[in-house]
């Protein structure tokens, strides 16, 4: 059998032959929109539960857990039945509860400045395995409710688009999460843009910038070359006219290297005509890049300098710093399990 996330409505009804056939939903909404375990389904048969809980085994067995923020930030370091490690950064607020989930182990895009694609490529993850991130972050955030959804942690969603997708239509759909409530953010593959902009669901899109021209973006984030800016851009316009739903860059300042007036021109230049919105996240530092995050200061400068030249821009509050969940160093370091 299939993970617990993995088993389809046909895998259930497999499992459970023989037993009425409003079962198959209880179970199906159990998981998913109730979000328990089998073993926690009372409204079954207690011999019906331990079958359950024993032919679907969660994907994820917990690694390590660390804890940050007063509590607020909750990092998972997950083992995966091969073997494979990914992250999963689970952050309270004021006014919601976001989940960083990961959507392949490791990462093929190679941005020299980001722990993951540091690390290099290992495999995709499964739908399920998406999808079980969620529901142990719902678990976990009780009794505040989950609310958002970003495919920020490990990997390019939009090079595991097939089982990432699907993963999407799941959270809306049964998990009852809001399409405005999720988050694509993609180092900008061009032809997962425009397949994203044909789907029904209008989810939010992110878009990793970082540089607004390509020598520099050629540099900073390799698979520029496949798609450069041009591109990118007119993918982003397509995706604003058929979903109308923000869209916002990500801007990772890096001091001297992104973090000039000329820096901001240039992004202004690409922002403007879309409305986007600008995400500046200081960078975090990982283990491969030596070259260290813009100061406070200078991230005021820049951020107020796109004010100027009309562009909507906020700095990301960091998270989780000191236990290596911010963005981009995430990389599933192994742990001494002693
Ligand atoms: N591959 C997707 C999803 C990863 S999201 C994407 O590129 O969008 C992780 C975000 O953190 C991306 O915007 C990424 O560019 C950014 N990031 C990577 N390394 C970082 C670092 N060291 N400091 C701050 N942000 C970083």
């Not at 497999?14 to 939903?25: C, I, M, Q």
Request: glycine share 8%; hydrophobic share 45%; aromatic share 4%.
């Amino acid at each position: 059998m299939p993970s617990r996330y993995d088993a389809t409505r046909e895998d259930l009804a497999e499992l459970l032959a023989g037993e009425p056939a409003f079962r198959v939903r209880q179970v199906w909404d159990g998981l998913h929109s109730r979000v328990v375990a089998p073993a926690a389904m009372t409204e079954l048969p207690a011999a019906l539960r331990t079958h359950l809980d024993e032919s679907l085994p969660p994907a994820l067995v917990v690694a390590r857990e660390s804890i940050s923020d007063d509590g607020d930030t909750i990092k998972w370091l997950w083992r995966l039945h091969d073997g494979a490690l990914v992250e999963t950064v689970l952050m309270h607020y004021a006014d919601r509860s976001t989940v960083c989930v990961s959507s392949q182990a490791g990462c093929a895009m190679a941005c020299g400045f980001c722990a993951t694609g540091q690390a290099g490529f290992e495999r995709q993850l499964t739908t399920g395995e998406i999808v079980e991130q969620v529901a142990r972050a719902v678990e976990r955030a009780r009794p505040r409710r989950l609310s958002n959804v970003v495919l920020m942690g490990m990997g390019e969603p939009m090079a595991n688009y097939d089982r990432v997708w699907p993963a999407i239509v799941r959270m809306h759909d049964d998990m009852g999460l809001s399409a405005r409530h999720l988050t694509i953010s993609t180092v900008g593959i061009v032809p997962g843009i425009r397949r994203l902009a044909g789907e029904d669901l209008p989810v939010n899109m992110a878009v990793s910038l970082h540089a607004a021209n390509d020598t520099l973006r050629d540099e900073m984030v390799p698979i520029n070359k496949r798609y450069p800016l041009a591109d990118l851009m007119d993918a982003c316009a397509d995706y604003l006219a058929a979903k109308g739903r923000r869209l916002s860059f990500e801007w990772a300042l890096i001091a001297g290297v992104n973090d000039r007036g000329r820096d901001a021109e240039e992004l202004a230049a690409l922002a403007r005509p879309l409305g986007a919105h600008v995400n500046l996240i200081p960078l975090n530092p990982t283990p491969g890049y030596a070259t260290p995050g813009t100061p406070p200061e200078g991230v005021r400068r820049f951020r107020d300098a796109l004010g100027a030249l009309g562009v909507n821009a906020t700095v990301r509050q960091n998270r989780g710093t000191e236990i290596d969940a911010a963005c981009g160093q995430l990389r599933a370091t192994a742990v001494q399990i002693t």
